[in-house]
């Protein structure tokens, strides 16, 4: 935040009240109460309010509104597995060929995911929900030991976006069991290309293990952001006819 000379004189007043205050006054007590919101907010405005914000708003359904695809269901990011995190993990992958990429594992960090995606047409602005930041694709290569080392720090959480050829089983107290790709166990040996976030490159979400990664491929335009490769995949689903879906398929699971 910039400190405008505004700012910290109010800052000052601020702090002498305060002061002044607490020499005369003690908290006697703590109160709080539940605010529902529902229907009765979405009574209409007066006329003079809603004069004022039309111009606004038809700007903002301008941006917000147009239509990218449909989705088949509700969908939610979820710890072991969600069919959101799923899908994201998903597109990452499906993203890849655009990028002359060929990656065996795509990862989505559950934190990266804002809201859920509705069931019906998915507008730009529902994408931009999901995914508000400012993240983009990336793709690094890990060695399967390091690898295996990522796997159990994304088991110590209770999982996180994986795409479809992980299946991966921790035990309920968040330990790693055993992780394949494709079917086949994971290689120690073996160097493997992952797609996922530049955010979590610098071992963020507790994904320590990305840090060792090589061979970092994580361009930085703007147009490599995660909300339009999102948009491109509904996009292109649309394109061929095809409503976006998502399952619970077994990605992840806990080991009674």
């Known amino acids: 935040m910039k400190r405008t000379p505004i700012f910290m004189a109010m800052m000052a007043v601020l702090v002498m009240a305060v002061s002044a205050c607490r020499s005369h006054y003690e908290v006697a007590g703590i109160q709080r109460s539940r605010i529902l919101i529902d ?34 269901r509700y969908m939610t990011a979820q710890r072991p597995e ?68 990522l796997l159990g720090q994304i088991a110590a959480v209770g999982g996180e976006g994986m795409s479809h050829s992980m299946r991966m089983v921790i035990t309920k107290d968040k330990k790693l069991v055993s992780a394949t790709i ?25 994904m320590e293990a990305f840090k060792k990664g090589t061979n970092i491929n994580a361009p930085k335009d703007a147009s490599n952001n995660t909300r339009f490769i999102i948009m491109n995949y509904f996009r292109d689903m649309q394109k061929q006819g095809k409503v976006v879906d998502a399952e619970i398929e077994g990605r992840v699971t806990i080991k009674n």
Do not use: C
């Open 39 to 72: 229907s009765r907010y979405d009574a209409p405005m007066d006329a003079q309010t809603d004069a004022f914000l039309s111009p606004y708003k038809h700007v903002i359904d301008s941006v917000m509104g147009p239509v990218v695809g449909r989705s088949a």
């Open 82 to 149: 969600g069919t959101l995190s799923n899908l994201l993990a998903d597109i990452l992958v499906w993203a890849a060929k655009d990028y002359n990429e060929q990656p065996d594992l795509g990862i989505y960090n559950m934190g990266g995911v804002r809201a859920d995606l509705p069931k019906g047409e998915i507008t730009y602005g529902n994408v931009l929900d999901v995914a508000p930041f400012e993240n983009k694709i990336s793709f690094v290569t890990l060695s399967g030991e390091v690898l295996l080392e």
């Open 182 to 206: 494709n079917g086949e166990p994971i290689d120690p040996a073996r160097s493997y290309r992952i797609t996922t976030i530049d955010y979590l490159l610098g071992g963020t979400d507790k």
